[in-house]
Nanobody, 127 residues
Framework: VQLQASGGGLVQTEGSLRLSCEAS????????IGWFRQAPGKEREGVSCISGTDGSTYYVDSLKGRFTISRDKSKNTAYLQMSSLQPEDTAAYYCATGPKDCTYYRKNYYRMLFIFWGPGTLVTVSS
């Protein structure tokens, strides 16, 4: 199982970026894919998740309307479309998988279930 996140970069406030999470070694459609981020000096947190059971999507309340998670079965890739980016969105973004559904992606013990991680991709939003 491998995950490779990409698409980060430097963007101005109110700009947009699309992160990609390419999966190999498993069928991405069958498992939950979570996007997590870790800002400098802060704990890593779950920001969005797409379920492997029914494709339901979940977002941190503060990000609803700005972030959109999706997946492309043909490319075995998940995406996180981010718009209206703010300086507080600056962080390393990671995709991860493990469970079938998204029940635990916001729990503080998420690492017990999201056990496969890709290297992060850095998003920097300039003010």
């Amino acid at each position: 199982v491998q995950l490779q996140a990409s698409g980060g970069g430097l963007v101005q406030t109110e700009g947009s970026l699309r992160l990609s999470c390419e999966a190999s070694g498993f069928n991405l459609d069958d498992y939950a894919i979570g996007w997590f981020r870790q800002a400098p000096g802060k704990e890593r947190e779950g920001v969005s998740c797409i379920s492997g059971t029914d494709g339901s999507t979940y977002y941190v309340d503060s990000l609803k309307g700005r972030f959109t998670i999706s997946r492309d079965k043909s490319k075995n890739t998940a995406y996180l479309q981010m718009s209206s980016l703010q300086p507080e969105d600056t962080a390393a973004y990671y995709c991860a998988t493990g469970p079938k559904d998204c029940t635990y992606y916001r729990k503080n013990y998420y690492r017990m279930l999201f056990i496969f991680w890709g290297p992060g991709t850095l998003v920097t939003v300039s003010s």
